[in-house]
């Protein structure tokens, strides 16, 4: 699900670019604003669809040097079809000498060199120019959605206590003071890695008051209090299974809980 936004020209002359005329240097402006609006919009992660006549090549290119994955959409028609619908009744006007500037006739108009869609209105529907529309859109969603990497997100993860688990514990002392490390859990943690598991250390003290410990120690880890694999907002990175108090504790002798941990699966099927 993707939020869209529409800017529709005619809106952004009334407003944001009301002191602007129809000159190139005007014209140019106002999609620069546009541009600008757009831009701004399509950072917060909105679809922006743009509605405004920008008649020169440099104003697009100005477009797509601003916003990266921009699609171009030419709607094509000729220009007596455009003067056929004139539902302002602009083309008269222009005809009539009574408005300058005017794209297409007393204004130049550069026609896209290599538009990503091409809209050939007085050939096609409007329903049929707007699944052209859409399935560019779609496919360049996809495109730059963020590929998962199936063997990350398969891989199984052990999240474990630094105190009580790793360090032995006897109560605190002391955010400077950690127990001395096991060695048989160290053996262990270094057969699951072997194994392809991520180890995430799970503990209430900061990173960087534990980093020297555990490389002292030579115990294998991946990340400190958090699983990038899968977000979380909960203070408890997201594991296949804990090694701590509660789910699976040190029973005294690590590789007993090992043969415990490797049958582990969790709700939703993670190995």
């Not at 096991?182 to 503990?203: F, M, N, Q, Y």
């Not at 880890?221 to 699983?227: P, T």
């Not at 408890?236 to 005294?252: E, H, L, M």
């Amino acid at each position: 699900m993707h939020q869209v936004w529409i800017i529709d020209g005619d809106e952004i002359r009334k407003h944001l670019s009301s002191d602007l005329g129809y000159t190139i240097e005007d014209r140019t402006e106002n999609i620069r604003r546009i541009t600008c609006l757009a831009q701004i919009l399509s950072q917060c992660g909105i679809i922006v669809l743009v509605a405004a006549i920008s008649p020169l090549r440099s104003m697009r290119e100005l477009v797509r040097s601003t916003i990266p994955g921009v699609l171009e959409v030419f709607v094509d028609a000729p220009l007596d079809v455009c003067e056929s619908r004139d539902p302002k009744g602009l083309y008269k006007k222009a005809r009539l000498g009574n408005l300058s500037h005017f794209t297409g006739l007393s204004s130049p108009f550069e026609s896209p060199t290599s538009p990503d869609v091409t809209c050939r209105t007085h050939l096609e529907s409007v329903e049929e120019s707007c699944a052209k529309v859409l399935e560019a859109i779609q496919t360049r969603v996809e495109k730059n959605a963020p590929q998962a990497d199936p063997q990350r997100a398969r891989r199984p993860t052990i999240a474990v206590d630094l105190d009580g688990v790793i360090a032995n514990y006897d109560g605190w002392r002391g955010a400077s003071v950690i127990g001395p490390p096991r060695p048989d859990v160290v053996k262990a943690l270094a057969l699951l890695k072997s194994e392809g598991w991520k180890i995430v250390i799970h503990t209430t003290r900061s990173a960087e008051a534990i980093t020297g410990y555990l490389t002292n120690a030579q115990v294998p880890y991946d990340e400190i209090n958090e699983n990038s694999d899968y977000a979380t907002s909960s203070p408890k990175p997201v594991a296949t299974v804990y090694w701590d108090d509660r789910a699976v504790r040190y029973s005294g002798d690590a590789l007993r809980d090992l043969a415990l941990i490797r049958t582990i699966r969790t709700w939703n099927g993670r190995a």
